[in-house]
Structures are given as C-alpha cells and as structure tokens.
C-alpha cells in the first residue's frame, strides 16, 4: 500500500510523463496564471494521457459530495474534445496531485476548474501541433482524441512532452462548442455510494487493521490526572494503549473491542477538569463585547448625501453551531520505516501533512496524505484531528495500520463549530426613504483555524500531548473575501458606510470554518436590516433593495426570485408570509436570492418553512444540477441552522452530545425548494456551494417578519424563542 | 465468543463474536459490507439500517444475540450492472450529496414500498422521518422513491 509515485507511475502503465508537482522557477515574478495554475504551473502535474485511450486528471482538490470531480471531468473532456468516459480523477494525494490548498471557499470549480480547463486546452494544443507535424497539414479535426481519423492522442502521448510550464494563454472553446459544460451529467460518484461500493474513508480495509478509539477529555479545560492502563491492556483483542499528556486512545483487534476498551478507559480516567467556558444563552454575547477586543476598522466611506430623516440600530446574534457531519470523522493510519501514510478525508491533503509533520518532527516527504471521502463536512470537522489521532496510534500498533473513528459524541463535543457572533447594525434614511448611512460593527472569534500553518499544529490532539505542539497565531481571512467580516460590506448603493470587526482571538470552545465562515451571520444581519429599513422606508422589500443596487447580475437574481416566487408588493400575512434576500457570496462569488414563505404558529411558536425560491447566477455553468443541488441543499441546511441549531454548554463542558441534544431538520420540515439558475455562458466560474445559506437565513428572519408583524434577531428561531418575540 | 450463523443476502454466513456485538460490525467487518454505516451508535440518525425479515433495524445497536431472521443490505439489492429500482431511481434523482445516509434512506424505502406500494409524499416523509440527512437531500430522495415506486408498480 505504501506505493511510492515512482511505482504508482510504473504500475499505472503510464508511457511518457514524470511528475514534476513542485518545480519552482528561476524568475523572480513568474506571470500570473489562472486559477491554481498559478501555484502548480506543469502542465503535467495537471494531467495525463495514457496509451491505453484514458486521460488522468489530477486535481489538489476533493470530493466531498459536492460533484467536483465529475465537474472537473466534464470541463477537462471539452477542452480536450474527448469522451467523459475517458476521464479519470485522481483527488487529493500527496504524493500525485498538485497542492491546492484546501478545498473550500466554493472555490474548486473556480481554481482547480480554471487550471484543468487551460491545462487541457494547451495539452491539446501540443498534441495538434505533433499532428500538424505528423500529417503535414494544418486542416485538423478531433473526434474523441482522433485527428483526422487516423493519429490519435494515443499514439502520439509518447511523443510530446507535457513535462513543461504551462502558458496559460491556451485557446479555450468557446461556450457554443461544449459538449459536456453545462450538462447535467450525472455524477460518477454515486452510484457506488448506492450499491455498497467502497467509497468512504471508513470503508478502507487493510491487510492487519486494527480499530482504534480515542478517549477524549470530558471537558475543553479537562486534564488527565490518572488512568490504570494495564487493565485495559489485558482486555481481549487490545493491541495498543497510547496515553501521552491527555490524549488516550486504545487500539484493538476487532472494533467492538476498541470500543469496549474504551469505555473502560473512560471509565478508569481520572481528569481535572476547569471552568474554562463562557457564559451561555444571551450573556454569551454580553461577555463577547465585554471582553473589550479593540475593533479594526475594515471599511469607512463617506460622501456627500441628503440628510437623514430616520435612524435606525438593530442587534443580531448567532451562536456556536456545529457542522454535524452524519459520520463522525474517521482515518486510517500507517507507519513503515519511519514513513506516515494517512487516508483521510481533510479538506487540504498537503496543509495536514505539514501539520502531522510538524507534530512528528519529520520532515514534511516523509508523510503522504491521500484524500478518500468522508460523510459531507460542510467545513473544518474533525477530519484533521481524527488523521493525528489514528497516527498517533499507529505509532504504536507496531506497524499495522489503525481505522479510528470518532464517536458522534467526539465529534460533536470537539469539532471546531462556526464561532458565535455578534452584529450591530446602524442605518439612516433620508426624506425620500433611501439609505445615506450604514454601520456594520461585529464581534467573532477566528473562523479558520486550519491546518496549514509553517510552524505547529491546528489539529485537536497536538495540544493534548505531554509536550504540546501549539499553532501559530490565527489570522482572519483577509478582505474582499474575509472570515470572521465575510460579507459584512454591503454591495448596496451607500454613499456613507462604516464596517468595523472585533476579533476575538482567544475562545475556549475551538472555533474554525463552517460553510460560509463569518457570510451567514453577516448576511442574515445585513439582509434583515434591509428589510427593517425598507420597513421604515414604507418601502417593498423588493423594489427597496432594486433601488439600491446597480449590478446588473445582482438585479436579474433578485428580479427573477421575486418573479419566480410570484412576490407581491406589499403582502402582509396573516401568520403566514413571504420573506426576500439577496446576498453574492463573498462579494466576489456568486450571485444568490432567496424568497422564503412560513408559517408561523402563534401557540407553539413553530415556525414552518413551506416554500423557497432562488434564483442564482454562477458565471458559466459546468453541471446544471450540481447547481441545483448546491443551492437547494444550502437553503435547507441554513433553514435547520436558522431554525434550531446552538451547541449548548455550561462554564465546564459541552453539553451537545448527541443528535437528541442537536436536533437538526428533518423530512417532515423540510420545505420545497425552486431553483432558477441564470447561466452567463461568457462569464468564468464563481461557484457555488456556499451561495444561498446566508440569504436563506434572512429571507426566513423576513417572513416570520412579514407574517406575524415582529423581528426575530437572535439565531436560532427555536418555538420559544418566537412565543417571547410574538407575546 | 459465540458462533452464530446470519443469513445475510441470501447467504448463510458463519461468524464468531460476542454475543452483545452489535450487528453493524459484524455486517461490516467481518462480512465486508459497506452499505450499512455507523452514523451515531444510538439509533438516533439511520445511517446503520438493515432489513431483518423485511423491517428496518437500526444495525448500530441491534446486538447479534437478537438477530433471528434474515438480513438484507444493499449490497442484496442490487449491483452497478444489475440495479434495484430503488437504486436506479437514487442515481436517476442524484438523491444524494455525500450520499453516507443514503444507505438507511434506501432500505427503509424498501421497507415502506413493501408494505405501501404507492405512498403519498407525505406518507415517504413520515416513513423516512427518522433518518437525519445533513446534506439536505430531503426533496431529492423523495422524488427519488416516488420514481421506484412508479417503475416496480408498471
């Protein structure tokens, strides 16, 4: 299993091509390249083309049921003028793909996508220009990679030489010629995932695995003062007991014995714990201000405008949320001559392997990560630190590798959740009811606290080890595209406009990157201070937010939600109503607007969202329903954070532990979800994946505004909380 | 250790554990079987259902002293080449993100067409209540089982 690339490329049957993922150049600015093109730049590390009729594409970023890969096997079969079924993926590997980062930020169709697409268009290039050479002719035609019925890339992929720096001038086909972009192909990878196929890390069987579990401290502040190892060690089937500061974990021949183990691990642990929480419930937000972290300005605009006729200031709140994976985060270790082979579905195969080095103390060749899928992640769970942990086992399974999987309460008491925040806003009307001022202030700890650093570790169990591997400090992802202040710059036409942070770098529960970092928060806020402003403005929700926007791409999303929702001006409910918001995701990602109807029951304060309707606009469209998909799946998910969803704690522990303790939505809440897609053939890729949580949020804050005639600001809208705002 | 002999996908399989392991690990590691996945280990989210004598199980807390009848997984459904309607319909609808509660969405569907052979939306919602989709699949899937109801009945 521990294939080295040399032999991955020999058994792979591959002809011509050696790897060169990391060449650096001599120049000192080497031209800007698109997408990852620009960190990865031979065109060889990008892909292959295999003399058995296939082409390998490498990609730096991994499925995690988002479609990637079959989108990228769409993009790189047109620009190439091949069939699909010619294209393999490889996703993630250390040791044969190029370095991408992490896959986040609805940017691997963008990144990864761009530098597929100018990666084929120029291999297609060189195989032609073989052919010109070959065939004596100019006058080429590729059917399936064969040239004028006769050469094809086949034959000819021993005679060129990808080995090269992309130009990234590459001629691309226009929209009109595409056969596979804008399709909706169906995805490659589910159907191993209905018929019991291997297709989860969890699903890694190894010659001589054993199970692993870990036994977590009870609490944040917890140390182990005293465990009785030797008991567990003489448990059947325990190969392995690791305890080192206050990470324990057993290992064992069989799971049900790795569990049994655990629990008497568990049981046999002594901690100390400390009250290292903060408060909870509305004085988690008092105690977040108070802290008094001085805040940054990030915008401060100002400019002639009329004078104000109206103020308004309004509060919101989000609380710590969880990303809830529906398989706890699992990994498979190895060790072989001082060598760590890891399988794990991480979000970034090479910022873990720095990690996983940095806490071995070796030296980053000696580690390979390969990327196998996981449960959805939605962000930053506990992929990484379940990868260390299964090392940190395997170190001492004397060879063999280690499956460790988290148990749901792991996961749910130490993934890193979306951090609370909070978000006062401030605005000014004039006489004829347009915005002349806006302030945005907001309050959050960190919203990345990934792996990836030059020094340190992020990962969970680092700093549990009698010799701690602590992290570098966070720094916030910078603007336009921001962490903890995404999306907290309106787009809106404001002549006056002031938007200050407060990052809380310090939080005791551990904070990181859940889908759309700070954006959810942000944009729930800003889109429901729209709506009180409209409100104030005796304005449509709709009309107001036109009045106030030029960019043609945001008004055609808004314009064809409202149409598509059949919005009416100046509905009022009765119980029952419509909300509006429009966010692009990122300010420089896609366009997204959601209308939301509800219902609302006065009596138990549920809340009910029947209906949503988006319109999204992408730039050009790879997969249609990969599209859909995305959004549809972003509106309910951001219905059930919206709705239900705030980890709960004391000033010690965690207390979610359990789906019972973190209820999220199901079937029969589910509402029905339209999707207009406003395809831009012409436009580059602005994905996805994180486009209509925000404004989801904000259109369901807005109906329940609109049917009842009261604001709910503070997340989530669980039944109590809407009898308190409604009484 | 206690030898038992499960009758999984048509097969007698012969398999020696304790007698309190819960059939999800016998179901997956010892017989190699994918499908039936571990979500929560407290019958909470779905994950891990099976069929026992055609009823859903949830397999993470079902121990192999109280399997008596015959068990069926996915993997008896059907294969790539030779596909279920229930799974034809799945890949038809795209009914999935990740796809890791697919499994229990699955046979709990067959479970429900078995005893419903034309179930309302509402009643496919009811029937799959219990499973908790993080991807939020939930419109997919049932369109999904609508589309397998409609092929086994025609």
Known sequence: MMASRREFLKTSGALVILFSLNDSFSQSTPARLPGSLNGNRMLNAWLRIDPDGSVTIFSGKIELGQGIGTALAQIAADELDVELKRIKLVHGDTALTPNEGQTAGSQSVQDSGTAVRFACAEAREILLSAAAAKLGTQELKVVDGTINGSLTYWTLAGEIDLKKEASGTAKLKPAAEHKWIGKSIPRHDIPRKFTGGEAYVQDIRLPGMVFGRVVRPPSPGAKLDSVDESLVKRMPGVVAVVRDGSFLAVAAEREEQAIKARAALAKSAVWKESATLPPSGPALYEHMIGLGVPAQTMLDKSAAAASPAKTLQASYTRPFQAHGSIGPSCAVAQWEGGKLRVWTHTQGVYPLRGDLANVFGLEPAAVRCTHAEGAGCYGHNGADDVALDAALLARAAGGRPVKLQWTREDEFMWEPYGSAMVMKLGGALDAQGNIVSWSHELWSHPHSTRPGQSKGSHTLAARHLAKPVGAEPVRDVPLPAGGADRNSIPLYEIPNVKVTKHLILESPLRTSALRTLGGYANVFALESFMDELALAARADPVEFRLRHMKDPRARAVIEATAARAGWKPGARGNNEGWGFAYSRYKNLGCYCAVAAEVTVDRKTGQVRVQRAVSAVDVGQVVNPDGVVNQIEGGIIQSASWTLKEAVSFDRTRVKTRSWADYPILRFDEVPQVEVVILNQPNQPFLGVGEGSQGPAAAAIANAIASATGKRLRDLPFTPARVKAVLA | ?154
């Open chain 2, 1 to 154: 250790m206690a030898n038992f002999t499960l009758r999984v996908n048509g097969s007698a399989r012969d398999v020696s554990v304790d007698a309190d392991t819960p059939l999800l690990y016998v179901l997956r590691n010892d017989l190699e079987l994918n499908g039936p996945k571990f979500g929560c280990g407290l019958a909470q989210c779905g994950a891990c259902t099976v069929l026992v004598d055609g009823k859903p199980v949830r397999s993470c807390v079902t121990p192999m002293s109280a399997v008596k009848g015959a068990v069926e997984t996915i993997e008896g459904l059907g294969s790539e080449d030779k596909l279920h309607p229930l799974q034809k319909a799945f890949i038809a609808e795209q009914a999935c993100q990740c796809g890791y509660c697919g499994n229990g969405m699955v046979m709990s569907a067959k479970a429900l067409l078995a005893r419903n052979p034309r179930p309302t939306n509402d009643e496919i919602r009811k029937a799959l209540n219990g499973h908790l989709c993080r991807c939020a699949s939930h419109n997919r899937i049932v369109r999904a089982v609508q589309r397998a109801a409609r092929e086994i009945q025609s």
